[in-house]
């Protein structure tokens, strides 16, 4: 749903695409995959001192005029050093290292594989798509380089994320059939 930046809460999840600001609507379980990978990410990031991850946090993404809002995200301190302050912005004026979208059932594809344009574009290097209907995670490594993983598979960020591994399985938790 698209709106004018006026008409929107504060409270509401958004992306400001093309100077309007775009809901970005998140379902129960996905919200609970984002938390999951954030609660993983997170420490680990910060024990190995590799840099930031955070959640449902708006970027300035250049050469793209948008600003994105990855469910979950990695900055390396070679990006943005440890010491560098952060800025008192509502976008961060940096392309994340890692980009995580946990794929909602009212994404459209086509906006979705666009993202991953732009991402790139943008110079984020590498993009994973996490979808709970299927408990697939996408992995992509360019525009055009994809790798898919089960249930079955260890997640890794290699080389984004140096020696962060979970089970894929990990990942998604128990939840009722899709009617």
Same mark, same amino acid.
């Given at each position: 749903?698209?709106?004018?930046? +006026?008409? %929107? *809460?504060? &409270?509401?999840?958004?992306?400001?695409?093309?100077?309007? !600001? $775009?809901?970005?609507?998140?379902?129960?379980?996905?919200?609970?995959?984002?938390?999951?990978?954030?609660?993983?990410?997170?420490?680990?990031?910060?024990?190995?001192?590799?840099?930031?991850?955070?959640?449902?946090?708006?970027?300035?993404?250049?050469?793209?005029?948008?600003?994105?809002?990855?469910?979950? +995200?990695? %900055? *390396?301190? &070679?990006?943005?050093?440890?010491?560098?302050?952060?800025? !008192? $912005?509502?976008?961060?004026?940096v392309a994340p290292d890692l980009a995580v979208e946990v794929i909602s059932p009212t994404d459209k594809a086509f906006d979705v594989i666009e993202k991953v344009q732009e991402y790139?574009?943008?110079?984020?290097?590498?993009?994973?798509?996490?979808?709970?209907?299927?408990?697939?995670?996408?992995?992509?490594?360019?525009?055009?380089?994809?790798?898919?993983?089960?249930?079955?598979?260890?997640?890794?960020?290699?080389?984004?994320?140096?020696?962060?591994?979970?089970?894929?399985?990990?990942?998604?938790?128990?939840?009722?059939?899709?009617?």
């Amino acid at each position: 749903m698209i709106q004018a930046l +006026a008409e %929107v *809460s504060d &409270d509401v999840l958004y992306e400001v695409v093309k100077g309007v !600001r $775009v809901e970005k609507p998140m379902g129960l379980v996905e919200n609970v995959i984002a938390n999951i990978l954030i609660g993983r990410l997170g420490p680990f990031c910060r024990d190995n001192q590799l840099g930031r991850s955070v959640m449902e946090t708006l970027f300035e993404i250049p050469n793209s005029g948008n600003d994105r809002k990855p469910d979950v +995200a990695f %900055v *390396s301190f &070679d990006r943005w050093p440890a010491g560098r302050p952060l800025p !008192r $912005v509502n976008a961060w004026p940096v392309a994340p290292d890692l980009a995580v979208e946990v794929i909602s059932p009212t994404d459209k594809a086509f906006d979705v594989i666009e993202k991953v344009q732009e991402y790139f574009t943008g110079g984020v290097r590498q993009v994973w798509h996490v979808y709970s209907h299927t408990e697939q995670v996408f992995i992509f490594d360019s525009p055009t380089g994809v790798r898919v993983l089960t249930r079955a598979d260890e997640l890794t960020a290699e080389p984004v994320v140096p020696g962060f591994r979970m089970a894929t399985a990990d990942l998604f938790p128990l939840t009722e059939p899709r009617a």
